[in-house]
């Protein structure tokens, strides 16, 4: 029986005995039917896990002993940003679980023209909150034991301004390939970034500007998404001029909550851990 994995916010270290949350104790003893003595995994996002045992099971009340340390699953060589258009009902909900469980390293909510979620600070700093309790069972779930950063919805040019900061801040250029390479080098390197926004009326695919990258794979990727009804032709030019390559992921037209996953996947498979 593979262990159940157990996110806890408190530092960890072994032979130390630590008390779960609530929700811990709720699905272990009534869930799942743990006593005493029933072993587990714990993590707390900062990288690697612990075995533990259970010392104390009851309804409102679990402990375990820790461990030994394990490294677990590494985080994928490829840093992944997904900037995604604000959703309506579940749909941000399903995103985030899944976007997780692919190895996505950080999510920020976008506010764009065709958005029709409207937040007011309280409500967005709510969502966030319940966006990284998803975050955490997703990584629960997928056996990851680095949490992905969410942020706090924001709009696409603060997006894309952070975007050419970053980049500014490693000292890097745009080269004529529409990448990111190291001025030191002047083509692509082990720092290669690249920028992408789905659009179904570009003029090149996802795999095709993937195939076209030449050297070592790239270390980072912003992947921006549109909401129901995608961006709008001022926002992909807006894009654009960033430095951000358009690109569509194939001829047939996607949800908002498809066409990031099957983007995420082809991003994963060609410069990620799917190799």
């Known amino acids: 029986m593979r262990l159940p994995r157990i996110f806890t ?3 960890l270290t072994e032979d130390l005995e630590v008390e779960l949350g609530h929700q811990a104790a709720r699905h272990l003893v009534s869930v799942l039917r743990f006593a005493t ?12 896990e612990y075995s533990a045992q259970l010392t104390v099971a009851g309804s409102k009340k679990v402990s375990a002993l820790i461990g030994t340390f394990s490294s677990g699953i590494p985080p994928s060589p490829l840093s992944i ?3 995604i258009g604000l959703s309506r009902g579940d749909r941000m909900d399903w995103l985030v679980q899944k976007s997780i469980e692919l190895g996505v390293r950080k999510i920020t909510p976008l506010f764009t023209e065709r958005s029709e979620v ?3 600070a309280q409500r967005a700093a ?3 909150r319940h966006w990284q309790e998803i975050a955490r069972s997703a990584c629960e779930q997928s056996g990851q034991n680095v949490i992905a950063e ?3 919805p924001t709009n696409l040019n603060t997006t894309l301004q952070q975007a050419v900061k970053t980049r500014t801040t490693n000292d890097v250029v745009d080269d004529t390939a529409g990448n990111v390479a190291d001025k030191a080098a002047g083509n692509a390197t082990n720092n290669t970034s690249y920028g992408f926004i789905l659009d179904p009326l570009a003029d090149n695919s996802l795999a095709g500007r993937i195939a076209a990258h030449t050297g070592p794979f790239p270390k980072s990727v912003l992947l921006l998404s549109g909401p129901e009804g995608g961006f709008t032709t001022d926002e992909v030019a807006i894009a654009q001029d960033h430095g951000i390559l358009s690109a569509t992921i194939g001829p047939r037209i996607l949800r908002t909550e498809t066409a990031p996953i099957a983007a995420l996947s082809l991003l994963q498979a060609q410069w990620g851990d799917w190799l």
Do not use: C, M, S, Y
């Open 37 to 48: 003595g029933d072993k587990v995994i714990l993590f707390n996002g900062e990288g690697g």
């Open 81 to 83: 940003t997904l900037a």
């Open 9 to 11: 916010d408190q530092a």
């Open 118 to 120: 409207k937040l007011n």
């Open 150 to 152: 969410i942020d706090l």
């Open 126 to 128: 709510k969502k966030v």
